[in-house]
């Protein structure tokens, strides 16, 4: 008569809203897992740790100690590493695994968007020419910009960013979103942005900056998503619930993780 034992990858609006919907209920046991990059988390309602894994091997053995049975990978889109490592571990396991993060931005009428790749190539495309850059792609892999030190960095964050003090002409503003379209066009102008760098991380809660780049008509280096394991996704909280009903079996029918068979 166990309940169903489900471990939530989060760190996102998307893990909360889910944690949120599966906390207080008994036929559910959730536990959520944060990366511990970020030093005040949102923190659930349900049981969470904070640190990594230990790599793929110290996953899987999370997996069979605490006989998960249905893993969902709620973390950031760019989280590349640890959704790489969820794919692994849960096909190890035979452990159930979905995909639930929210959908990328596409471009609209107006907006100035450069694709790229890589945050080298996102460096590459500032050009030769000096630019005042916004930079919102978050706290990691800040020093490739020292790349360019030509260029002016306005460096929006929450906590202070690993390798600010590369770059020669930069200034930090420390502040947590969500802000609104008024409050980002007077950001960009105030600070006289002439181009934005940006992941593509897509929701609602970070899209103002977007749209006041298009209203301002400023070019925006956009960072695609990187490549992901082909396993089953969902952009919706619906699906996710419905996706977890499904795996709701009979007790008696349902197989405990100490009982599978070894891979």
């Known amino acids: 008569m166990r309940p169903l034992r489900i471990l939530i990858l989060g760190g996102t609006s998307e893990a909360s809203a889910l944690s949120a919907q599966l906390s207080g209920r008994e036929d ?6 944060l990366a511990g990059r970020t030093q005040n988390p949102v923190i659930s309602e349900l049981p969470t740790r904070i640190g990594g894994f230990g790599g793929v091997e110290g996953l899987r053995g ?3 100690v605490k006989q998960i049975d249905a893993v969902i990978d709620a973390t950031h889109p760019f989280a590349a590493q640890m959704s790489r490592r969820a794919a692994e571990a849960c096909a190890s396991e035979n452990v159930a695994l979905l995909s639930f993060t929210r959908p990328p931005w596409s471009p609209v009428g107006g ?3 450069i694709e790229v790749v890589s945050i080298e190539a996102a460096v590459a495309a500032l050009g030769e020419a000096p630019k005042r850059v916004l930079l919102t792609q978050g706290r990691m892999q800040l020093g490739v910009f020292s790349r360019a030190p030509q260029h002016y960095y ?13 770059l020669p002409r930069h200034r930090l503003i420390l502040a947590r979103g969500p802000f609104d ?8 102008r105030e600070e006289r942005v002439e181009i934005l760098i940006s992941k593509n991380s897509g929701g609602a809660a970070t899209y103002a900056k977007i749209a006041a ?19 089953e996704r969902t952009h919706s909280l619906q699906s996710a619930l419905t996706w977890i009903e499904a795996k709701l079996a009979p007790p008696r029918a349902r197989e405990s993780p100490a009982h599978r068979a070894p891979p």
Do not use: C, N
Request: charged fraction near 25%; proline fraction near 10%; glycine fraction near 2%.
């Open 111 to 113: 907006d100035k968007w």
């Open 28 to 33: 559910i046991a959730a536990t959520v897992s």
């Open 62 to 64: 999370f997996l069979r």
């Open 181 to 188: 379209l008024r409050q980002e066009e007077a950001l960009m």
């Open 213 to 231: 780049a298009r209203h301002l008509a400023i070019p925006v280096v956009m960072l695609s998503r990187p490549e992901l394991p082909a396993i």
């Open 154 to 166: 306005v460096v929006r964050s929450i906590e202070p960013p690993e390798g600010l003090t590369d």
